[in-house]
């Protein structure tokens, strides 16, 4: 199980590397066009501020200019840089090559575990559901990972599921059956809090002080 930052943000890349339990930080284009600049300088900044794996998406309006993407952002820190590669045919089929070349790849922007299935037999390293689209879109999204969970039983693709928008949505695909989640800062530091321990901890406090 692993809990990774979603986020292009060095601010918030900077606070999850102190935290110490975070295991990777995943970017997108939109998350990356906040910060105004190119996507290989922010790359080249978070792996420099995060001592794990940075996922990074590539763009470009063909194959054959995604593909060389990919190999640019992977030569920015080859150990620690993995793809993450929209799922169409198209791209499981580049996907299929980038991981012959060495490049760890991530399937993204799945729906289906029909594309999930695909995305362990090119060996995709994840496959990231897009849970709150699901849930927006076709409902169920827990069963979608269910479903995805039992295809990739005895495979070495993880899932890991991202587009989370609540700590309980989080924990539900978690026991749905996602190894991993990538999370906006503010739920991840939500995730360790709760009003009951917070009323815990104040009683604590008080008695310690009235000793
Ligand atoms: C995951 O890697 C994506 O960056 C992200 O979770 C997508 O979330 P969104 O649906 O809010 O764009």
């Not at 039983?153 to 989370?164: D, G, R, V």
Request: glycine residues 6%.
């Amino acid at each position: 199980m692993g809990i990774f930052l979603d986020s292009a943000n060095p601010d918030d890349v900077r606070r999850a590397q102190e935290l110490g339990f975070v295991k990777a930080v995943t970017t997108n284009p939109t998350l990356i066009a906040r910060s105004g600049r190119s996507g290989l300088d922010v790359l080249s900044e978070l792996v420099e501020l995060f001592d794990g794996h940075v996922f990074y998406q590539v763009t470009a309006d063909t194959v054959e200019k995604r593909f060389d993407q990919a190999w640019e952002a992977h030569r920015i820190r080859p150990d620690r840089v993995i793809i993450k590669v929209p799922a169409t045919t198209q791209n499981l089929a580049m996907t299929a090559r980038l991981v012959a070349a060495g490049i760890e790849c991530a399937v993204t922007a799945v729906a289906s575990p029909a594309q999930a299935y695909l995305a362990a037999q090119v060996e995709a390293s994840f496959v990231a559901p897009y849970i709150s689209r699901l849930t927006q879109h076709v409902g169920g999204s827990l069963d979608v990972v269910r479903d995805i969970a039992r295809l990739l039983e005895n495979t070495q693709t993880e899932i890991l599921a991202a587009s989370i928008k609540s700590v309980d949505e989080a924990v539900a695909v978690m026991l749905a059956g996602a190894q991993h989640v990538t999370l906006p800062l503010e739920l991840i530091m939500a995730m360790g809090e709760h009003e009951l321990s917070q009323q815990a901890i104040e009683e604590f406090h008080a008695q310690h002080h009235g000793e």
